[in-house]
């Protein structure tokens, strides 16, 4: 819709193709790239240079402090194979696949449900939207503090809703198997922004669809995976993409979960929350050892970049 | 492919590099050779940063044409913006420095040698001092010191334990009067956990490592008999109890160890609360640990002199009382006057000087956070011995470091 419009206005009034000069076509440029340069700039400064000198620092031994010093690929092979200097590099990988494998369906199911119901009420929909995004601006470390309450062994209300259907309450964030499915939950209930996406997408399947499965005698469970699921395959596939991406690089959840009472972070009982950015980050910033985390995000990024490339290789992307 | 793809790509690598190069701003002072800019954690209270102000204005009176610039930055941050401004060559001219970055700081030339004849070192507690040495040498003053000692639930403890025998009969009578109260608020093996292990070790006579720095000592039997005093203490203070959002102020856990930064908060949010303070419990000699700042001069001041000069004003005799009190621990400077405190601060000046420095290894903080911590939380949730737990860690920890001993 909006490129033919803006080819008519840049065609001049009347709609009148005028043959131009050479030097019009030049300014063209000129405007063109002004108009990108902000864009660009952003991105050569604050991506890409950045990105760069991390793969130089990646190659060195540095603290920060002093001059790095060039070791080639050490920090590599020490990170995949010696497990004195790294004990726990391994483990933060396990922990970092484990949540993704659990929150990305969990965020995307419960994306998709409150978009659902919120595209079937008439009234109140906007306050509901309201809402169900407000995780997603609360802070995060408020986000912390309120879930360290609701998992409270003691008083926690999660606890106490699972006693009322007679489930012994557990102490979720302090229990190494309990720790990731915990996270996973925070996870699921912030998925605000993948829920408007998913309302987005079903907003923009036609009615017409719709009402010719009804007409064909479809019932809604009928029409939810036969018309309303395939139609959304591109939005699925679009948050499957970007929910993984995001999920391999959380940080900031568990940061605030288990850095509570002034405690210094090293990753929940005995290391079950120690995502790989967490351990990244204690790595960068904690251990003096800038060079090995560099090195660390550029293992990160050669993973998403692979994990990336088989979803688009072998998961469906056309609606249907 | 996909932007996502490569936005998700570049913010993995963002992770580390835009940190590299952020931070900064805090340097200067270069310009103008009359202003210093210091570094400290954020203020307490409100109160704390009016006594600070006070002896910076002092400072300033008795140095006409200088100015002090403070620049307070929030504990939790604090060293990953400093590590950031000594990156991009913007540190400031002197700071507070947490004392296990003392010896790293000081061995790559980050900072300075206090220079000769700034301060007579037979005027301040050894302890304090001694953590700001490295291979023998003095690379900054402390400001304050601190420790931590047992708190124990006034109602619940009538008279605090004073050897582990005791600490283990009346956390059990505790947890047996009541099954919903733990004894203790028996520490976990997280970094924090860890950080408090030596003062028990020290406790039971023993060290983590040799004075020397050259051996491991963790894995000999006064750290064993340390870590199992702390596994026996679980059966009388389940987890669940004390994995509860504040478990002592809350009266579910009869005993905690803490420092007294939690005093004051406590008494604020919990003023129904009946507690004292005693010295840790031990089992052949008192001991402790020490915590505190330190504050040092970074080699890429220009102001050096006037910067020593600043540090040596807040550490000396008429002003260190009230700085260490606003720093939240006790005096550096023996004649310094300690701030009068509530009946909870004799425990703590007692436990004091007691107290042992940590282990001045440069890789410290890895050791404890890496290897100590988990072995404690192996042996405290039963997966392993606290032997074995602690023979395992301490042949890392050999390896790691490339000791023999």
Redesign the interface.
Known sequence: MAAPVLERVAAGPGGRRARRRPGARRRDHLIGWLLVAPALVYFLV??????L???Y?SFTDW????EASWVGLANYADLLFDD??Y??FWKSVGVTLQYTLVAVPLTLVSALVQALLLNAIRRGANVFRLLLFLPVVTAEAAVGAIW??LY????GLINTLLGLVGIP?Q?W??TPELVIPALAFIAAWQCGISMIIYLAGLKGIPGAIQEAAIIDGAGPWQRFWRVTFPMLRPTTF?LL??GV??A??V?GLVYVIF?GN?????GG???SGLTY?LH???F?????A?GA??A???I??VF??IV??LQ?RFVKQEAA | ??R??VR??????????????GGGGGGGGQGDSKELTFWMYQDRTPQAGQVIEKVRQDFEKANPGVTVKLVKIP??DY??KL??A??SKSAPDAGILDQPLVS??AL???IKEVPAGLISEADYYKGALDTNRAGGKLYGLPQDQTTVALFYNKKLVPTPPKTWDELKQVAARVHAADANVAGMNVP?????GA?MFPGIVHGAGGEMVDDEGKKVLFDQPPAVEALQLWADLLKSSP???T???KPFENG?AAMTISGPWDVPTIREQFPDLDFGVAPLPYKSEPAGNIGGEDSVVFSTSQNQDLAWKWLAFMSNAANNGAVADALGGFPVHLKAQAVAGGPEQAAFLEQLKVAHARPAVP?W??VN???I??AI??AL?GKTTAQQALTDAAA?TR??LGWNG
């Open positions: 604050f991506l890409l240079y950045p990105a000198s991390a793969l620092y603290n920060l402090r002093t004195v200097k004990p726990h360290r309450w409270d062994p003691q008083y309450g102490n964030l302090n679009y993409v970007t991406i995001a391999l690089q940080f850095s002034g405690r210094s972070v090293t009982p005995e290391q950015v990244l980050y204690l960068a910033f904690r251990y003096d800038m985390a560099c660390m995000s550029f990160l990024l998403i970049v990336t490339a688009f | 492919m996909s996502g793809l998700g790509a570049v913010v993995a690598v963002l992770a580390t590099g835009l940190a590299a190069c504990k939790d060293n990953t590590g950031s000594v990156a790293k700081y790559d030339g980050t976990k093996g997280d970094g924090y950080w987890r669940k109890i994995d509860s959002d579910m890789q903080i890895q956070d890496e290897i911590a988990p939380e192996s949730s890392k390896s790691l």
